[in-house]
């Protein structure tokens, strides 16, 4: 067997040993069948780290994170925006929330971490949306504002109980009942 190939399944035996995914003893048989008796001292560039499992984790997180910050730094330039750029900033960020949805769906079955994030960025970048047209537009009208929001809350509600997605179905309903204990207590 070629020496890259023969590291990258020690490699992926030690992350099985390290991660207790096989017991003990089949890890240790395993690593002495492929390591031809030799000691894994003696071995270069072998690591439980350089494992593809933890490559690809890696990669995902740091995917992960780009996303997050990207879809900070877009509610930000939306709602630092003045009411004249607003129009171009909206549908900035309204192509890059269908981007999101889009891209949701076809990593769903691929990349079960990535799709949530995708998901929840599409819906705030929309929910950002809704809040800079309220405060554009409708600069003092607060029913507006509320409806926007409750349409909104709505809105994951209903995605969260036809998609079965647990986190948006509670932020929905609990975005309906702060607004509606908001208006009971604050406003009455």
Not at 31 to 54: A, R
Not at 170 to 180: D, F, P, Q, R
Request: charged share 15%; proline share 2%; aromatic share 14%.
């Amino acid at each position: 067997m070629e020496n890259p190939k023969r590291q990258i399944i020690i490699n992926e035996i030690l992350f099985w040993k390290q991660n207790k995914l096989l017991p003990e003893q089949y890890c240790d048989f395993l690593l002495t069948l492929y390591m031809e008796g030799e000691g894994i001292e003696e071995q270069d560039n072998i690591s439980f780290k350089k494992s593809i499992i933890v490559k690809e984790k890696r990669k995902k997180r740091l995917f992960s994170l780009g996303i997050i910050l990207f879809s900070i730094a877009l509610l930000a330039l939306l709602f630092f925006l003045s009411s004249y750029y607003f129009v171009i900033g909206a549908i900035v960020v309204g192509i890059v929330a269908i981007l999101f949805i889009i891209y949701s769906y076809k990593f769903a079955k691929k990349h079960d971490f990535i799709t949530p994030i995708l998901q929840v960025a599409a819906a705030l970048l929309i929910f950002g949306i809704s809040v800079k047209v309220s405060l554009v537009y409708f600069e003092n009208n607060n029913v507006v504002l509320y409806s926007l929001l409750i349409a909104n809350c709505l809105m994951w509600t209903i995605t969260g109980v036809r998609l079965k997605l647990l986190y948006f179905t509670i932020s929905g309903v609990l975005g309906l009942l702060i607004i509606i204990g908001y208006q009971i207590f604050f406003l009455s």
